[in-house]
């Protein structure tokens, strides 16, 4: 009876231990949502998952996007093709300020399924840009003749896109930057910023600018987007240059909502050639700035 009440008592423990571990990070203001998909790529050293979902009502369009993990137990259940249900934790104060738990592995994977391809690493450091025809915020037709003579940085965005660590934090970046920009009077003609939405049925020039000017602010020497644009074009366009960045993104079919989406930023000299692309949402403007800054200097 002693080493019942003992063993018992381990497993309250356990439980007790395991909540703690659970709830211990997360606020008050942590929304929890939902969440249903198939895994498409597991990194247990990054820990974390790179699942296609489907739409989290009142919150988040389907898509395909990496999720962190922090119980180590679950990457034994988790593999490529196998369906999933699980919860997404939203919580800002947070680090990371999303996750996703109590995942249950509803299927495993099914022979012979398809995944869309996952491309992490493409070596285009030193290559030309390819040309390319969008539409900016103002309306405008733009290409690459449009940011011949100066330096610049381009990275992908989507204006729903409700993740902090995704396109929020690299519209944050970006307009952060071009406030910066903007008040010094030598690089505010010399540099240049660009944001390429991947979802243009949503994404028209008057959406795109709303959504720019809620960055930069309404008393922002930058909201007449002479430094920061921001443009969508033909999803043959965007997948162009997804391509050549190895970002991974595809349109469904039959939803375009649906998106493969990591994230690349990359800066480009003034004769179209690019010096350097950041993966992932890890960098600062400052960073970039000073990548913009050396860019510029391999030029004299």
Request: charged share 30%; glycine share 6%; net charge negative.
């Amino acid at each position: 009876m002693r080493h019942l009440i003992i063993f018992l008592s381990s497993i309250l423990l356990f439980s007790a231990c395991q909540s703690t571990q659970t709830s211990q990070s997360v606020s008050k203001n942590a929304k929890r949502y939902k969440l249903k998909g198939v895994i498409t790529g597991v990194d247990r050293a990054g820990k974390k998952a790179s699942i296609k979902h489907e739409e989290i009502p009142g919150y988040m369009s389907a898509m395909t996007m990496d999720f962190p993990i922090k119980e180590d137990f679950v990457f034994e259940e988790l593999s490529v093709g196998s369906d999933i249900t699980a919860e997404l934790v939203v919580d800002n104060a947070a680090d990371p300020p999303y996750w996703i738990e109590k995942i249950v592995v509803t299927s495993p994977p099914k022979p012979g399924q398809s995944l869309p391809p996952v491309k992490e690493t493409v070596a285009v450091e030193g290559k030309t840009m390819p040309d390319f025809a969008l539409t900016n915020q103002d309306g405008k037709e733009i290409s690459l003749a449009d940011f011949r003579g100066k330096t610049w940085a381009l990275t992908f965005i989507y204006s729903e896109c409700p993740l902090p660590n995704f396109c929020i934090a690299m519209s944050k970046n970006f307009s952060d930057l071009a406030n910066q920009i903007a008040e010094d009077d030598e690089l505010k003609e010399k540099v240049r910023l660009l944001s390429i939405s991947f979802d243009p049925k949503r994404d028209t020039p008057e959406k795109l600018k709303s959504y720019g000017l809620g960055y930069l602010g309404k008393d922002s020497d930058a909201k007449d987007f002479k430094v920061w644009q921001l443009a969508a074009g033909k999803d043959g366009e965007i997948q162009k240059l997804a391509d050549f960045f190895g970002l991974r993104y595809e349109v469904d079919e039959k939803d375009n909502s649906q998106f493969n989406h990591s994230l690349r930023t990359a800066v480009i000299s003034e004769d179209g050639k690019v010096t350097k692309v950041f993966s992932g949402s890890d960098w600062k403007p400052d960073e970039l700035l000073r990548e913009l800054t050396k860019t510029q200097k391999m030029k004299k």
